[in-house]
């Protein structure tokens, strides 16, 4: 749920699918605003708190269905390659 994940999701979706009509494109630094505005990050019922789980589940709200699958899609990507550098 980090503030660059969120940017790297928004760049790499593309920031100009989630202008509404607008005149100007939004920034990637807005629109990645609203992607954590709609995650929504849990660990499964059951895990307590400072147990190791390798279960996350991800929910994103959008209007647009196509839009969500995306954000989505690339969030776990943008994931998956940060704990491989970290790793």
Do not use: C, W
């Not at 969120?6 to 920034?27: D, I, L, M, W, Y």
């Not at 390798?54 to 990507?77: C, G, H, M, W």
């Amino acid at each position: 749920m980090s503030r660059d994940t969120a940017v790297e999701v928004a760049q790499a979706v593309g920031p100009e699918k989630f202008s509404a009509e607008s005149s100007k494109p939004p920034t990637a630094s807005e629109v990645a605003g609203k992607i954590q505005g709609g995650l929504s990050v849990e660990v499964p019922k059951g895990v307590s708190r400072g147990t190791t789980s390798n279960l996350l589940f991800l929910s994103y709200r959008n209007d647009d269905p196509k839009l969500t699958t995306q954000v989505l899609a690339e969030l776990i990507n943008v994931y998956f390659r940060k704990h491989l550098e970290l790793h």
